[in-house]
Each structure stands twice: as structure tokens, then as C-alpha cells.
Nanobody
Framework: QVQLVESGGGLLQAGGSLSLSCAASGSILSINRMGWYRQAPGKQRELVAA???????NYADSVKGRFTISRDNAKNTVYLQTNSLKPGDTAVYYC???????????????WGQGTQVTVSS
């Protein structure tokens, strides 16, 4: 069984910071791309940031300069440091990862259960 578990969400005021983490566990042979997505009420899920296994990153324009994605390959964990948060950042944040699992011969995308981030004005 493979799972991604997010942590670090919460309620805070505009201008604050949160650090999210997502740890992958199970019979994992390799992890390629890892990413953070978010979904606000009534809106589609959107990419926030992603990072490849060699550290190449990309960000949504709305978070550039405020959010930083990083990963620890030894811990199979991806992080999202969020700064200067705005009410518009309020959403459920999901992590995902393209993983090669023991017994499966191609990379598949797995999702975490999500963590709520609420930013008040």
C-alpha cells in the first residue's frame, strides 16, 4: 500500500506563513515529479508548484516569489513553504507524486488526502 500524507495546514491571518509537508510511504522504488495543487470552493484544482527529482521547479504565477517548493529524496518528502499568504490562497492543498511502485512497471500518479489552508483578511 502506497500513500501520501500531508500535514501543516491551518488557519491564519493574511501576511502569515505556513510550512506544508507531504511524506510518501510504501513499497516505493523511485519518485519522479512531486507537486502541490490546491482547490478552492467552487473552483477547479490548480497546480501551485512542482519539483522534479533533479530539483527543477515550476510555480503558478500567482505564487511566484511567495511560495517555495523543495524535497528531501532520502525521506520521500516534499515541502511547500508559503509566505505572505493572502485570502485568495485559501484552499485545500493536495500533494501528488509520480512514483514507481514495487510490482508495477511504470510510473503512476498518487494523491494525498489534502490539508486545509484558510487565510483570513
Amino acid at each position: 500500500q502506497v500513500q501520501l500524507v500531508e500535514s501543516g495546514g491551518g488557519l491564519l491571518q493574511a501576511g502569515g506563513s505556513l510550512s506544508l509537508s507531504c511524506a510518501a510511504s510504501g513499497s516505493i522504488l523511485s519518485i519522479n515529479r512531486m507537486g502541490w495543487y490546491r482547490q478552492a470552493p467552487g473552483k477547479q484544482r490548480e497546480l501551485v508548484a512542482a519539483i522534479t527529482s533533479d530539483g527543477t521547479t515550476n510555480y503558478a504565477d500567482s505564487v511566484k516569489g511567495r511560495f517555495t517548493i523543495s524535497r528531501d529524496n532520502a525521506k520521500n518528502t516534499v515541502y511547500l513553504q508559503t509566505n505572505s499568504l493572502k485570502p485568495g490562497d485559501t484552499a485545500v492543498y493536495y500533494c501528488n507524486a509520480d512514483m514507481l511502485i514495487h510490482g508495477i512497471f511504470w510510473y503512476k500518479t498518487y494523491w494525498g488526502q489534502g490539508t486545509q489552508v484558510t487565510v483570513s483578511s
